[in-house]
């Protein structure tokens, strides 16, 4: 298999033409199973609900400290909220970014049968910067039907009916607005070397044009630098997708390295249904993608990485709630404490 020293960047307009869709599905099938991360330009998004989004980012990191705690993630269920730099730690070493997690706004499920229905609910919103709400809610109304559209081509590319990919989907997206402070030293770690592991696809816009920092690791085990293009959102692959499509398809390892100057980023994670069952995920598609790839894919690249097939769990939902209560234990012990109990030991 031939390694990738750059991402490619796909023309999704060249859907629209079905003298020119061919030739966008065979280089969108190379990305897919080949690098696991694509730029797509003229992706319809308009311009205005991208530029009015990358236009509040630094007015809401720069809130005063009381205006972030009073949304702080530690209040939430739902795991939707701020959290300041240092809070979560990749790969061992801590994260130097602050964030606010958002979602497809929810009402909880009164309801709700299993714990990781508790996923599910609604955001806090800072009072202070009221112009959000709106705008965040627009640019996951935009993404959402990005994300639907390109599964897609996504299917196309991958020799299946159009509509393959939905019954995956959840009623719950979510959006993190990132900040990423100026660092005190090079490379300093932005966000350690990791797999997206909460959604089936992202989709990142890379909101600081003049800031380099993404890197993407190739299979030498070479950074490959993801500088951002103006116009385009870069896009990869989540491991519920790699587990579905039995590895064709893989989550790449992705890292951003900060620097002397911040950097703002604003990464869209399509979500999966929570109820989905690890048999669900891998049947359907089993024999289809049994047939792919064989005599290029060695034993090694067909390995899933994923703790969904590896743990004891019922659905995505619960690997999912899982994760979150291991990197946020004071919202575990407060909001789940049966669960912390068995997974925080
Ligand atoms: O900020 C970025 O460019 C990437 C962030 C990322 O990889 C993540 O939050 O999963
Ligand atoms: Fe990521």
Redesign the pocket.
């Known amino acids: 298999m031939r390694d990738f020293t750059q991402i490619p960047i796909l023309d999704l307009s060249l859907s629209d033409d079905p003298a020119t869709l061919p030739d966008l599905l065979s280089r969108l099938k190379t990305a897919l199973t080949e690098v696991g991360f694509l730029y797509i330009a003229n992706h319809g998004v308009p311009p205005s609900v991208t530029g009015d989004l990358v236009h509040l980012l630094p007015a809401l990191f720069g809130l005063p400290a009381e205006a972030k705690a009073a949304i702080a993630l530690e209040h939430s269920p739902h795991f939707l909220g701020y959290s300041g730099a240092g809070a979560e730690t990749t790969a061992g070493g801590a994260d130097h970014?602050e964030?606010v997690e958002l979602a497809t706004e929810l009402a909880v499920r009164p309801e709700a049968g299993a714990p990781w229905e508790g996923l599910r609910g609604p955001n806090q919103w800072p009072r202070e910067l009221p112009e959000l709400r709106p705008v965040a809610e627009r640019y996951i109304e935009e993404l959402t039907a990005l994300g639907e559209r390109f599964l897609r081509l996504v299917a196309q590319a991958l020799s299946l009916p159009e509509d393959s990919f939905f019954s995956y989907l959840s009623d719950q997206h979510r959006l993190?607005l990132?900040h990423?402070p100026e660092a005190p030293l090079p490379d300093t770690q932005?966000?350690g070397p990791?797999k997206?592991s909460s959604g089936w696809w992202?989709f990142?816009l890379?909101a600081s044009p003049d800031v380099q920092?993404?890197q993407v690791l190739n299979k030498s085990g070479a950074w490959i630098d993801?500088p951002a293009i103006p116009g385009t959102l870069?896009v990869n692959i989540g491991q519920a997708f790699e587990v579905v499509t039995h590895g064709v398809c893989k989550a790449t390892t992705?890292?951003?390295q900060s620097s002397s100057r911040e950097?703002f980023?604003v990464?869209f994670?399509q979500g999966v249904r929570r109820d989905l069952t690890r048999r669900q995920a891998l049947e359907p598609l089993a024999n289809h993608f049994a047939g792919f790839g064989t005599g290029t894919e060695s034993g090694e690249a067909r390995r899933i990485d994923s703790l969904f097939l590896t743990g004891e769990y019922e659905t995505w939902g619960e690997a999912q709630l899982r994760t979150k209560i291991r990197s946020h234990r004071e919202n575990g012990r407060a909001f789940y404490p049966e669960l912390y109990a068995r997974y925080v030991k």
Request: aromatic content about 8%; glycine content about 8%; hydrophobic content about 35%.
């Open positions: 970014r964030q993190k990132v990423y932005g966000v990791h997206d992202t990142l890379q920092g993404l993801v870069v992705h890292r951003v950097r980023s990464p994670f």
